[in-house]
């Protein structure tokens, strides 16, 4: 039988609005995602890795495959993206706010959104928090970390469900995105 994991608060690395990232309590090199709320999304999450770890495995962290237990419930298990130097990497929201120039970052947002277009990989949830700027020897390196969008449809009658209008949404994402938080003043993005 496997062991559930023991979370506590001190362990605690951020919440987001559905789910609370942790410090893996046995291996400092990943992290365990807690739904606030027990409603699929993790293992939803683990599924669409799968999907998409073909074209976007840059961009993206390891996953394990399953689901583990834990004190506080089912968990999913990823990769703890660090900096070369061995702290957690920070969201771009954080990066911007400690002065980085997200601009850039803008040929790595141009590939990811461009491989999301190319694919129809329909991911709708852009903002600062879900994207992760990894300091590596090389420079740095864009992750996205919320895979929990992918196809996610609200309705049961939502046009989201044919792909020319799955398209359009997801470029009005990223067109909004870009102009937020990329390029603030301008209305150009990539």
Sequence with gaps: MNKILQLTDHLLISEGATRKCYRHPCDANKCVKIEK??????????????????????????????????????????????????????????????GG??????????????????????????????????QTAKGEQLKYTDLKSLGKIKTAFSLEKIPYFARMKLNRRIRRFTNRFLFPAETSSP
Excluded: W
Excluded at 105 to 133: A, G, H, K, S
């Design 37 to 98: 709320e027990a409603d699929g999304t993790n293992q939803h999450d683990v599924e669409a890795h799968h999907l998409v770890k073909p074209v976007l495995n840059r961009y993206i962290a390891a996953y394990d495959n399953e689901l583990v237990a834990t004190n506080l419930g089912k968990a999913l298990v990823c990769e703890l993206i660090r900096d070369d130097n061995g702290p957690p990497s920070h969201s771009l929201a954080h990066y911007r706010r400690a």
């Design 101 to 134: 120039n997200p601009q850039r970052l803008t040929p790595q947002f141009t590939e990811f959104f461009n491989l999301l277009r190319e694919n129809d990989l329909f991911f709708y949830d852009f903002n600062p928090m879900n994207f992760i700027i990894q």
